[in-house]
């Protein structure tokens, strides 16, 4: 059974920096889309990055382009999120998330994701 656990979360100033990870257990297949959504209350998921494990491409939302960067450890069973020039505006729920595809094509599908993992609150403040 496929699990992804998140970590890296907390609590930073405007300005600065996190990195989120997400571990993959249990994933039989190599290549997959892993993405990065975050959700405010009252307010529905939105994919902020994703990277296709087979080749490494990788794809930000506007918000994120230049501040976010999606990345794979070469065993390919972590992804990580590092996040610098935080906004206030980024505060969320962070969540991890896996889909299998058989291309990088595939990855733009927010909605197709659906293994997920529980999430890691991001607090940024002024």
């Known amino acids: 059974q496929v699990q992804l656990v998140e970590s890296g979360g907390g609590s930073v100033q405007a300005g600065g920096s996190l990195r989120l990870s997400c571990a993959v257990f249990?994933?039989?297949?190599?290549?997959?889309?892993m993405a990065w959504f975050r959700q405010v209350p009252g307010k529905g998921r939105e994919g902020v990055a994703v990277?296709?494990?087979?080749?490494?491409?990788?794809y930000y939302v506007d918000s994120v382009k230049g501040r976010f960067t999606i990345s794979q450890d070469n065993n390919k069973d972590t992804v990580y999120l590092q996040m610098n020039s935080l906004k206030l505006e980024d505060t969320a729920m962070y969540y991890c998330?896996?889909?299998?595809?058989?291309?990088?094509?595939?990855?733009?599908?927010?909605?197709?994701?659906?293994?997920w993992g529980q999430g890691t609150q991001v607090t940024v403040s002024s």
């Open positions: 998330a896996a889909m299998y595809a058989p291309s990088s094509r595939n990855c733009g599908r927010w909605e197709a994701f659906g293994t």
């Open positions: 249990g994933y039989t297949y190599p290549s997959r889309c």
């Open positions: 990277i296709y494990t087979g080749d490494g491409t990788t």
